[in-house]
């Protein structure tokens, strides 16, 4: 399993023991894909990035996860993080100079130019393709936020993109970092067992998935097509075509403009 360090400033770092050249057609860097994160809960990680395929390639050092804890900049004896909204309402909101403190360690111990990235429903929407342009950078430094997010002036001072999970809120940011991660992990080269699975993947070419099959040959009746059975590869390929185009069509007609 990963291993994890503890040290008194409230960073801890998981694996990334021997970071492997990862060169590809692309501008990929040569040491390990470097992921902070600031968040109040530093247990959390790297929860389910910690298993399978993000898991290993994590143990491999062909990426590196290290967590900051907020409240170790916290102020006063219970080392507070959070205060009242200005002008007043419902929560708190997490306090500028302490996330600001949080935020200068981090550029002080890794300067690479990394997206700084705060999670946030009010964001632009991330997809893919945001996904495939943080893996060309040399890692990505994400903040989640937690109660009703930060003060406003920290995104402005550090020019932070906002980025969203969904339209929908949760409590914290913690799950939508770990889905980002896990995108952007599985997209860095040597991860993937068989490069191919992401060309064909969903959301990779514009064009949902075709229906995937497996035994048994008959299940409740059901057969799979007998084209995926015929072992002529050409016509394969056409079924997989054809059933990738309706899927998207009928699914997502706003997927569907776009590629036209
Ligand atoms: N008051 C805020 C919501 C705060 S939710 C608003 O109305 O916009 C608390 C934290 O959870 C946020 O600061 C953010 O970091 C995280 N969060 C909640 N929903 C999210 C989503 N859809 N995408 C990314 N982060 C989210």
Do not use: K, W
């Given at each position: 399993m990963t291993k994890s360090m503890k040290s008194h400033d409230g960073k801890s770092t998981v694996a990334s023991q021997n970071p492997r050249n990862?060169?590809?057609?692309?501008?990929?860097?040569?040491?390990a894909w470097s992921v902070d994160v600031l968040t109040l809960?530093?247990?959390?990680?790297?929860?389910?990035?910690?298993?399978s395929l993000t898991g290993n390639a994590l143990n491999a050092g062909k990426w590196e996860l290290n967590t900051i804890d907020l409240r170790a900049f916290g102020v006063g004896k219970h080392k507070n993080v959070d205060d009242k909204p200005a002008g007043g309402g419902a929560g708190m909101v997490l306090r500028a100079d302490i996330v600001g403190k949080a935020i200068e360690h981090v550029l002080k111990v890794n300067s690479a130019e990394r997206p700084l990235i705060f999670l946030s429903p009010r964001g632009r929407p991330f997809e893919q393709a945001l996904a495939q342009k943080w893996v060309t950078s040399p890692g990505v430094i994400l903040l989640a936020g937690r109660f009703?997010?930060?003060?406003?002036r920290v995104i402005d001072h550090y020019l932070m993109e906002e980025v969203s999970l969904g339209d929908f809120v949760m409590s914290g940011g913690e799950i939508a970092a770990q889905a980002m991660i896990d995108t952007c992990v599985r997209l860095l080269?040597?991860?993937?067992?068989?490069?191919?699975s992401i060309v064909d993947e969903s959301h990779t070419s514009g064009l949902l998935e075709y229906p995937q099959y497996t035994k048994p040959t008959e299940w409740k009746g059901k057969r799979i097509p007998q084209v995926l059975q015929s072992g002529n590869h050409q016509k394969i390929a056409e079924w997989r075509r054809d059933q990738a185009e309706i899927v998207t069509k009928s699914r997502r007609p706003d997927l569907w403009n776009k590629r036209r």
């Open positions: 990862v060169m590809s057609s692309q501008t990929f860097f040569t040491q809960f530093p247990e959390a990680f790297p929860g389910v990035l910690g298993h009703e997010g930060i003060d406003q080269p040597s991860v993937l067992g068989n490069p191919r």
